[in-house]
């Protein structure tokens, strides 16, 4: 490429990012006010963002899969954890 060509796309780089940051960090702290406030689970939302097209999805977050840890073993009882889970040994 020549110099005119890549000063033009990376021209159009620099405000892109700038941008997509400001999205990132306005939403960021919409959420981050919505836990302090305390609301429900049911209030919080994942976003998916793309300046390209333009899409704003906001769907609800799903809960955390689980795993049965000792299943079946007689003698224990059965234990389901998710990653959202905090065990301190």
Do not use: F
Not at 47 to 58: D, E, F, G, Q, S
């Amino acid at each position: 490429m020549d110099w005119l060509t890549v000063k033009l796309k990376a021209g159009r780089i620099v405000p892109a990012l700038a941008t997509t940051t400001a999205c990132v960090a306005g939403l960021q702290s919409i959420e981050l006010l919505k836990l302090l406030k305390g609301v429900k689970v049911n209030v919080l939302r994942n976003t998916n963002l793309n300046l390209a097209l333009p899409l704003l999805m906001l769907p609800e977050p799903g809960p955390p899969g689980k795993k049965s840890i000792r299943k079946g073993i007689p003698g224990y009882p059965d234990v389901e954890t998710t990653i959202w889970d905090r065990w301190e040994v």
